[in-house]
């Protein structure tokens, strides 16, 4: 079945940049995602790419995708404490109709 | 503001008991999906709707069950409610829901049940 990993914590200093990143198994996969889920909120969705781009950039999001290692990343550049948040990586199976998330990737921006 | 309305956003209730979660979708979304979010399984998909029609399945329980209404409106039903059901449980629409289609899901801001 689909599995998507993360790491499970980031910590990073105001000002940088956060490279969160996510493992997928499914190569059939089309979609992958990115969402953001601050404490006590929902799920805000940031940016999905197709499979077949390589990157998509967007403000200060920037999403590569390595197909070939089943390999997804989001940077965010210039980290504020405002993106302290989880990160949840998700990919999207037209077979199966459904999301798959990974764990999560909780950021800690820190002054 | 992701347009989807989920309510109602706490619920607090006891074991065996059966509740009853709302969904509004987007203006104009015709698909509706059913997450649960716990800490110890994560987000797991249990079921999706259709304009109406029951359109795919995940893990979900007997005990749950789930209908999309002629207004677009969804409700997941909870029944012999358990301890380990505690859970945040989001609803999200999307426009389509055909295979060969695709378009983002946006997700409500859940509802939080607690089962004591």
């Known amino acids: 079945g689909e599995d998507v990993e993360q790491s499970l914590f980031l910590s990073v200093r105001e000002g940088d940049s956060s490279v969160i990143n996510c493992t997928y198994t499914?190569?059939?996969?089309?979609?992958l995602y990115w969402y953001k889920q601050e404490p006590g909120a929902g799920l805000q969705l940031l940016t999905y790419?197709?499979?077949?781009?390589d990157m998509k950039q967007d403000q200060r999001l920037t999403v590569l995708l390595n197909k070939k290692d089943k390999h997804l990343s989001l940077r965010i550049a210039d980290t504020q404490t405002g993106d302290s948040a989880i990160y949840f990586c998700?990919?999207?199976?037209?077979?199966?109709?459904?999301?798959?998330f990974g764990t999560g990737t909780q950021l800690k921006v820190e002054l | 503001d992701s347009g989807v309305t989920q309510t109602p956003k706490h619920l607090i209730t006891a074991t065996g008991q059966r509740v009853t979660l709302r969904c509004s979708p987007r203006?104009?979304?015709?698909?509706v999906y059913w997450y649960q979010q716990s800490l110890d399984q994560g987000l797991q998909f249990l079921i999706q709707?259709?304009?109406?029609?029951?359109?795919a399945k995940g893990n979900i329980l007997e005990r749950f069950s789930a209908q999309q209404f002629p207004d677009l409106h969804s409700e997941l039903n909870l029944s012999s409610l358990e301890l380990g059901d505690s859970a945040l449980y989001f609803c999200?629409?999307?426009?389509?829901?055909?295979?060969?289609?695709?378009?983002?899901?946006?997700f409500g801001n859940g509802t939080r049940l607690t089962v004591t």
């Open positions: 203006s104009g979304d015709l698909s």
């Open positions: 790419i197709f499979s077949n781009m």
């Open positions: 499914d190569s059939s996969s089309t979609y």
């Open positions: 999200a629409s999307s426009p389509l829901g055909r295979t060969e289609e695709h378009s983002p899901l946006h």
């Open positions: 998700a990919d999207f199976t037209g077979g199966g109709n459904k999301l798959t």
């Open positions: 709707y259709y304009n109406g029609e029951e359109r």
